[in-house]
């Protein structure tokens, strides 16, 4: 049965409540901030994210957060920046930032639904596994570029490849 089944009877499901059910469904470990937010925590093959989605009624716009701690050595931070650019020319469907005061790496996406759109159970799945996959995908390349003495070119290398898996 598709994740869609278990909603088709029901109308006006608020995208919050779709996420709850999702984090139930995977096992994932929630806490519903408010009506309106979500925080999960995501276990990847390097390590647990930590993903927040918002509704935000204002603009109709599902936001997604997914978040990991970084700290890298100050002299290797233009290093960094420069892999993050390489990793958002890569990437359709959101797009990594650094918030220097957090010491964390930040994917962040926002799925409009203006008009009364909804957003269903699969498509919700699909949006919090593009977060964790493009984290998986690119964390070697970071840790490469903050750790291990590698150019940004050379720390692109391990990203090239599409990481498969199921989030």
Partial sequence: MSLSED???????????????LAEHHAWEFDRVTDDQIAMAVEGQ???????LAWSDQDETLRLICTFEMDPPPERLPA??????????MVWSGAFTWWPEQKLMVWRYGLVLSGGQMAGPEQIDRL???????S????PAFQ?????????????KVAIAEAYGRA
């Fill in 46 to 52: 390097w390590r647990t994210y930590s993903l927040t």
């Fill in 128 to 134: 919090i596994a593009a977060a964790v996959n493009a």
């Fill in 80 to 89: 960094l920046l420069d892999v993050l650019n390489r990793c958002n020319d």
């Fill in 144 to 156: 490469l570029v903050s750790w291990g003495d590698q150019t940004p070119a050379q720390a692109m």
């Fill in 7 to 21: 909603y088709a009877a029901m109308e006006d499901l608020h995208p919050i409540d779709i996420v709850e059910t």
């Fill in 136 to 139: 998986e995908r690119f964390y």
